[in-house]
């Protein structure tokens, strides 16, 4: 079993910044996947995402330029740096750690970020 924990989110004006964090705990493998969504579910809506082993990342197009996702594999974490924010960045984050071999899921309860004009 695997636990989630996100924590970083708040309020803040448009054109800040704000680093969330991410962190995996329990029976994590040394191959995964993490990533920031905007709502859990295989539907979810995919912000960022990091691998290791490589440390490969993926951005959706909206947050290219900005958001710089990065990770601690020794911890099982990982930061979301998100610069020049805007109010349509106002959303619940939730973070995913998905175990490749096993290919289990996992989520966060979610961490609110909420961006004032």
Same mark, same amino acid.
Request: proline share 3%; glycine share 14%; with cysteine.
């Given at each position: 079993?695997?636990?989630?924990? %996100?924590?970083?989110?708040?309020?803040?004006?448009? +054109? =800040?910044?704000?680093?969330? @964090?991410?962190?995996?705990? !329990? #029976?994590?493998?040394?191959?995964?996947?993490?990533?920031?969504?905007?709502?859990?579910?295989?539907?979810? %809506?995919?912000?960022?995402?990091?691998?290791?082993? +490589? =440390?490969?990342?993926?951005? @959706?197009?909206?947050?290219? !330029? #900005?958001?710089?996702?990065?990770?601690?594999?020794?911890?099982?974490?990982?930061?979301?740096?998100?610069?020049?924010?805007?109010?349509?960045?106002?959303?619940?984050?939730?973070?995913?750690?998905?175990?490749?071999?096993?290919?289990?899921?996992?989520?966060?309860?979610?961490?609110?970020?909420?961006?004032?004009?």
């Amino acid at each position: 079993q695997v636990q989630v924990e %996100e924590s970083g989110g708040g309020l803040v004006q448009a +054109g =800040g910044s704000l680093r969330l @964090s991410c962190a995996a705990s !329990g #029976r994590t493998p040394n191959s995964y996947v993490m990533g920031w969504y905007l709502r859990p579910g295989e539907d979810g %809506e995919i912000v960022a995402r990091y691998g290791w082993p +490589g =440390g490969f990342t993926y951005y @959706s197009d909206s947050v290219k !330029g #900005r958001f710089t996702i990065s990770g601690d594999n020794a911890k099982k974490t990982i930061f979301l740096q998100m610069n020049n924010l805007t109010p349509k960045d106002t959303a619940v984050y939730y973070c995913h750690f998905y175990d490749v071999h096993s290919r289990t899921g996992y989520w966060g309860q979610g961490t609110q970020v909420t961006v004032s004009s």
